[in-house]
């Protein structure tokens, strides 16, 4: 049984709270928030006690943390955590930078302790029964990815203005499908992208729609398009075609049901953002996560994943402003003993 | 080369002519139609000539006739045509009667000239297909088969009363398709309807919904839905569900665009009625008839096929007077050398 | 807070005991099972104590139950329940038998406790939306129903033996299905049926292919297909044709991946059966339950509406084994106070 | 009544002499090839003549004259056809060069006659539908435009050496969609491409597959997919997000059956090539050809929608070559009088 602590009592971190107390190996000790009412109401539901995130690290009975605090905070709650001997399961993004992120992976190795990214998408069922799909040599090789990851609508700006750009915030989890499905890293990245949206987000520097195009050493291409409004609701769909066949992951509806009148056939939109649609997908994410833990296997995604995605955001964010493709170092530096992707 | 008399230039009659006229291995000699007006427009579209039926039926160089008129002539046209030594493709039904109809069979057989019978919906590439999978054995053993055949609005009221009836007008389509895919016959009909639609047609002592239930000897079950009005079109689907699997034949959609938005997903109507439907459908009949006779080939519908489908509508219109399943006779009298289905 | 006794810790006990756990505004207190160690784990799992049904309903702590045993037990046990003072939410079927479960009405209505039938399909939300679409006037008056309802597989023979027969223990929930989406109840029922899946299932004097037709004073159809086996999976479909439209609920798949390839495009198959299927049903259907006792609201699937669907059942049977339609008591004799559908 | 000269009697040139003998405005009048057994068996089959394309050009009698020769003529044929005062309606490309496509475009101005080039997507029902559905703003304003565009099979290496390369011979299209849903021309191209499906494509200096993104100067985006090679079909899809939701268009399938099994839901693939899925578009582009030229409207494709995508595709050759975007003249040199797109 893995005795956790949560760390952030926020919309994502009560998500993973009904997934720590409803595990069968899993049970959810204590919860943390900077909003003491929070971590309160949410410890007392599932019988956990609330706390300060430092005694949670200094709680020697406590043997995994989960961090699902403001993006500003991971990159120390990771060294902290790790340094206490906790397991992590993370959200993403490591941190806004690159040079930090790899330092937090660094102190992190040195800790010996797991690591894990919280990509949630790779859990999905449907991309996960594409990836399984792809090797199990159901389409041949790869050759050209597309990524469609719409938003329903734009956040506010003020929160444009902290997240770190479209590339960082956004696609960031774009690029890490691309890692789980192609595998390797790319040679290249180019960049287009304009606020067409919504002005007021081009006036803080960023864009609201983008197209990103990858190329690998071996020809294989990948296209992810983002929008930070898809007005019917979240749209994420993956297609990926190989030299013997098409795989195509599309939607989930809120409902199946479909009505036909004189003004045609009309079906459910998709979910309506990333709760309602990665709701599996956290479920097993977490499930992954103990069980790597507790059987010590290695982590399903590493720290390595969460600063390979962030080197591709930074690499965007640069092909944007140039306008011209970034090479990709084949082989970057990196903390001994955490292999990339 | 097929030379081609066709009999009636209505609606129905142009859709043949494209085919007769269009075919590598037929042409269009002459046309004849009630209204003359009619034959010469049509005859003169594909450089044919117009002529009385009459004519048509003693001119030694036609070989074939499509018998296109009212319901009424059919009888008598097959009877004509056959004696005048020319092989028939006859639009259904044979006749409103089935004393009638199988008088007609036992002349035409005595004749010996090929008579095959219009069931269009056997020549449907997507109903074709379905029962090409299941001889293939995709499904394993049918067992349950439902048919689904809306119309999209209801015919005037005049029509109904000379119609014969929803199960000889519009249900005996269905009748034959249950005999194409299940073979024989089936050992019980029993008919429900009402007038909900149009309760003028009920006056009219007609019903315009209606649930016809076949079962077989060996336990097969299938299932006819009927209604005269789907107001979003032309609503035509087959399901069949076997020991292995289940097939499903969907509608034809009038193009494959999909609009989401905040309102919902919304997807084309089905293709709006039969002349658009089975347009593909009539071609390859065309096809089929052409086929048979130049190379004397058994024909794929026969005379036979549209007697077995008419007994099924009467059987349903008198389970429908009497609330109570009618048998079907396993061993019909029928004309020595015409087999049923 | 309500405080549940859960009695019966079976595999659809299992499903219950997550959401009477998980809902905001009930808590697991006890849980029986006739296997102690059954009740033992799953009380364990949250923090609920085992006991036996009588300790359970004799608890004054205890404010609702929900009754997850084997059918032969329900009535005694609403019966009991009621009597001790407890809101009751019991699994189809209230009884096998007809007069049983009129009893057992009866004496409900007498002890004043309110009491839910689980028909969990009316809480699917694919079908919930059907429903409100319906209401809406989404499709104008309804016509003409059809419900498709297959098993992925026959149980075994001693279960069918046990079952109360093909209508009493599956198509109950499709005879619910219609009074849910027709309203009142059907002037008469013709029934169909074989044993074409497995002759063992015949010689144990069931069938397990069937279609039933429903028919209503006003002109409107239902026909209800049911059979024990569709290897691809559990199939739930309801389709209802109004006069100003068409509503069609279909499958839940089990991932919305397709793989195109020369063999064709290939997706998932339905959920596998009810557990998977339903999941999101039996989590609304618990919620239905706790808001109408707290708020005290009528229940929304009553006690009557179990005993509409079983005289449904009885007629079906009686149908089957006459061949004839049976006809419907318009006024049944019923509990006072306890309304039909 | 449009007398019409076939210029061409291949597998393309077939499929027009259908539609122009098949129109109620137009007849076939002659027809020609450079294999004179082709244009004979053709002229027979619709009661045309067979002739040279001197003879043909030469006769006044001719009205109009479709070209549907090799690539390497139509240059050549739409300034001798327009000089000989007939108009054109021309397959793409208008040729491979740009110049010469400029020189081309100035003379068949000079001569005053109506030039149409066949870009038959634009006449397909679903991106038609497309186009209208956008220009009733139904989707708001477009953003962002995606085009996946693959062959099932790549063409001979001997094709691809004359061809002019993927861009000009196979995106030439979708540099049109792209003009004809997005209106205007892109501030710049950016391609990336490879030859992943054949090496010996590579060596011949080409590539297989493609993805190019246009940026326009307010800021909307589109990418064109293009691969060679799809097992599974022609597939040819277009999306388009807008400020109030999406559109899109799906293949259209072989047929609507769907087989559901222990493996899956299998249905049918995309109709396997241009032939077979633009057939209903090469007969509206006939119409709109013939109703254009006999009501004196303007062409609804003009010469300078051809060279408008010419222009795209050498831009994207250059972008490939080089790795850099290519920005595009904003205002282009062309001949009086012939507006671009």
Redesign the interface.
């Known amino acids: 049984m893995l005795r956790v602590g949560l760390l952030g009592a926020g919309r994502i971190g009560q998500v993973h709270a009904?997934n720590i107390a409803?595990h069968?190996r899993s049970e959810l000790a204590a919860v943390s928030d900077v909003f003491t009412a929070a971590s309160e109401s949410l410890a007392a539901?599932y019988?956990a006690r609330a706390a300060s995130s430092e005694e949670i690290l200094a709680d020697p009975s406590i043997d995994a943390v989960l961090v699902a605090t403001s993006t500003d905070t991971h990159s120390d709650l990771i060294e902290k955590a790790t340094a206490a001997g906790k397991a992590v399961l993370c959200e993403k993004p490591v941190d806004l930078s690159l040079a930090r992120a790899l330092e937090c992976q660094r102190r992190a190795a040195a800790a010996g302790q797991p690591v894990m990214i919280g990509f949630n998408r790779r859990f999905d069922?449907?991309f996960a029964?594409?990836k399984a799909?792809l090797e199990a040599g159901?389409?041949g090789k790869a050759?050209?990815l597309?990524v469609?990851s719409?938003d329903p609508a734009p956040p506010p700006v003020s929160y444009i203005k902290v997240s770190g750009g479209l590339f960082r915030d956004m696609m960031i989890h774009d690029f890490d499908m691309a890692a789980f499905l192609m595998g390797g890293r790319p040679a290249?990245v180019?960049a287009?992208?304009?606020?067409?949206?919504d002005p007021a987000i081009g006036e803080a520097g960023d864009v609201d729609?983008?197209?990103v195009?990858l190329?690998y050493a071996?020809?294989?291409?990948a296209?992810i398009?983002n929008?930070r409004?898809?007005?019917?609701?979240y749209?994420q769909r993956v297609?990926l075609?190989g030299?013997?066949?098409?795989?195509?992951?599309?939607?989930?509806?809120?409902?199946?049901?479909?009505?036909?009148?004189?003004?045609?056939?009309?079906?459910?939109?998709?979910t309506y953002f990333f709760l309602e649609r990665y709701m599996p997908a956290y479920e097993r994410e977490w499930d992954a996560f103990v069980s790597a833990v507790l059987d010590g296997a290695p982590m399903p995604v590493t720290l390595g994943d969460g600063i390979a995605a962030l080197a591709l955001a930074e690499a965007a964010t640069e092909s944007l402003k140039t306008?011209?493709?970034v090479r990709i170092d084949p082989a970057p530096a990196m903390a001994a003993g955490e292999p990339v992707a």
Do not use: C, H, W
């Not at 287009?192 to 949206?197: D, E, L, P, Y």
């Not at 071996?218 to 291409?221: E, F, L």
């Open positions: 009904v409803g069968a539901k019988g069922p449907n029964a594409m799909a159901e389409i050759e050209l597309s469609t719409f290249t180019q287009t992208g304009s606020a067409i949206v729609t983008a197209v195009t190329t071996d020809g294989r291409i296209v398009k929008s409004r898809a007005v019917y609701g749209d297609e075609l030299s013997e066949g098409l795989l195509s992951a599309a939607n989930m509806l809120e409902n199946t049901l479909s009505k036909s009148t004189t003004a045609g056939v009309t079906s459910a939109k998709p306008g011209l493709p």
